[in-house]
């Protein structure tokens, strides 16, 4: 029997990974730098985090969702530029080779919960960032080739009846 999803030899070819999506242009910090300096990056850059380092090595990372709930909502009274934001960063960050499928990105981001993936490449250094924006963005461009092939393999099969 014909089918239209295709045999493990003849895979779609609509494959786009993270390193066509990702961000190049990170935003980097210091884990002695403060929560007002990372809250200030994020305003100036139009951006919803920064990549924390330390000696060219990821250290963490915070987010707005980090300020909110490790800074803000805590309620200890210090003000912003008194924190450090190693004392509110997340710590080890979840991260995403470059040569990864963004499908496996996205899968990532819905099981863990989160809205950013750092990128590194087949040496573990920091390379970019994708979010789920970016993946939102190229969304309606891989259903379009999708479409595409699934026309091709309906056009393939109707020339077998």
Do not use: C
Request: glycine fraction near 4%.
């Amino acid at each position: 029997m014909w089918s239209l999803i295709p045999e493990r030899e003849e895979e779609l070819k609509v494959r786009m990974k993270v390193s066509e999506v990702m961000n190049r242009n990170i935003i980097t910090m210091r884990p002695d730098g403060t929560v007002y300096e990372a809250a200030k990056l994020m305003k100036e850059n139009n951006i919803g985090s920064v990549v924390i380092m330390e000696e060219g090595e990821l250290r963490g990372i915070v987010t707005e969702r980090d300020l909110i709930t490790r800074y803000i909502a805590a309620e200890d009274g210090r003000r912003p530029e008194d924190v450090k934001v190693s004392e509110i960063m997340t710590k080890d960050p979840i991260t995403i080779r470059d040569n990864t499928d963004i499908d496996e990105a996205a899968r990532i981001m819905i099981e863990k919960n989160i809205r950013r993936l750092i990128v590194v490449n087949y040496d573990g250094r920091v390379v970019g960032i994708i979010s789920s924006r970016d993946i939102l963005k190229v969304a309606p461009h891989i259903w379009f080739l999708l479409l595409q092939e699934l026309r091709i393999a309906q056009s393939k099969v109707r020339g077998l009846i």
